[in-house]
């Protein structure tokens, strides 16, 4: 009887546990799916880096001593002749209201429109002074009423000029309005003057000590006063004086 019992019981227990396991299967809820959200990209726009600006940057600062231009003009009659090279020389000028006034005064209200400007250059070359008229020769150069510089071809090297802004009447008359100051045009020739006292000096050198060039100058001058021909003393190459 107690077989039987405990069977019986084996299959009540087995079935209780299958009823509970396909309850627990059945009520069991399913899990959540959560739809992903599709990103939405939005639009942007790059803005400019924008960095502080201090007040003192953007006011302007005012300088203690302000720069100043070179003014056009000086409020002084000249002329001033210059040197560019041998074949070429350059004038500048200034010829104030107050000098074209006087120009007026003296030879009439209607003499300086009625009169041309003109550039006239002297070649004076030799001469001890020059007095307006007693040039070598001359060139007359046609400017306008507004210029105030020219760069003069004289082809003269090794010459001597002076130059004259005026005006040209209607009758041909030249007035002189200013005067330039002289200057001479170098020489395109090799220069004929040596320097013979180093020449000479050379000269002593190589027949008292009969040394050959590169030998220590120091050890020539040394020989050289103690044979009584060069000073002592001497810093650079010089005649030594004759007794008289």
Same mark, same amino acid.
């Given at each position: 009887?107690?077989?039987?019992?405990?069977?019986? +019981?084996g299959?009540?227990?087995?079935?209780?546990?299958?009823?509970?396991?396909?309850w627990?299967?059945?009520?069991?809820?399913?899990?959540?799916?959560?739809?992903?959200?599709?990103?939405?990209?939005?639009?942007?726009?790059?803005?400019?880096?924008?960095?502080?600006?201090?007040?003192?940057?953007?006011?302007?600062?005012?300088?203690?001593?302000?720069?100043?231009?070179?003014?056009?003009?000086?409020?002084i009659?000249?002329?001033? %002749?210059?040197?560019?090279?041998?074949?070429?020389?350059?004038?500048?000028?200034?010829?104030?209201?107050?000098?074209?006034?006087?120009f007026?005064?003296?030879?009439?209200?209607?003499?300086?429109?009625?009169?041309?400007?003109? +550039?006239?250059?002297?070649?004076? =070359?030799?001469?001890?002074?020059?007095?307006g008229?007693?040039?070598?020769?001359?060139?007359?150069?046609?400017?306008?009423?507004? =210029?105030?510089?020219?760069?003069?071809?004289?082809?003269?090297?090794?010459?001597?000029?002076?130059?004259?802004?005026?005006?040209?009447?209607?009758?041909?008359?030249?007035? =002189?309005i %200013?005067?330039?100051?002289?200057?001479?045009?170098?020489?395109?020739?090799?220069?004929?003057? %040596?320097?013979?006292?180093?020449?000479?000096?050379?000269?002593?050198?190589?027949?008292?000590?009969?040394?050959?060039?590169?030998?220590?100058?120091?050890? =020539?001058?040394?020989?050289?006063q103690?044979?009584?021909?060069?000073?002592?003393?001497?810093?650079?190459?010089?005649?030594?004086?004759?007794?008289?």
């Amino acid at each position: 009887m107690s077989f039987i019992f405990n069977w019986a +019981l084996g299959v009540v227990l087995v079935l209780l546990l299958l009823t509970v396991f396909l309850w627990s299967a059945k009520n069991r809820r399913k899990p959540v799916q959560k739809k992903l959200q599709t990103p939405v990209f939005q639009e942007e726009f790059a803005e400019e880096a924008a960095f502080p600006v201090s007040q003192s940057e953007t006011t302007p600062k005012i300088s203690k001593h302000p720069i100043q231009e070179i003014p056009w003009n000086y409020g002084i009659d000249r002329l001033v %002749l210059m040197v560019r090279d041998p074949n070429w020389i350059y004038a500048y000028w200034e010829i104030t209201a107050t000098k074209q006034e006087e120009f007026s005064c003296q030879f009439g209200a209607e003499a300086w429109s009625t009169s041309r400007p003109v +550039l006239r250059v002297y070649d004076v =070359t030799g001469l001890e002074y020059f007095n307006g008229y007693n040039a070598n020769d001359y060139l007359d150069i046609s400017i306008n009423d507004f =210029t105030d510089n020219w760069h003069i071809e004289v082809d003269r090297p090794n010459s001597s000029f002076c130059v004259d802004v005026g005006r040209v009447m209607p009758d041909g008359r030249f007035i =002189t309005i %200013l005067r330039s100051n002289i200057v001479k045009t170098p020489s395109v020739s090799i220069s004929n003057l %040596l320097d013979e006292e180093w020449m000479w000096i050379e000269g002593i050198y190589r027949s008292i000590t009969k040394l050959h060039i590169g030998s220590s100058p120091m050890i =020539t001058e040394e020989i050289g006063q103690d044979m009584g021909i060069i000073p002592l003393g001497i810093s650079s190459p010089g005649r030594p004086d004759k007794e008289v």
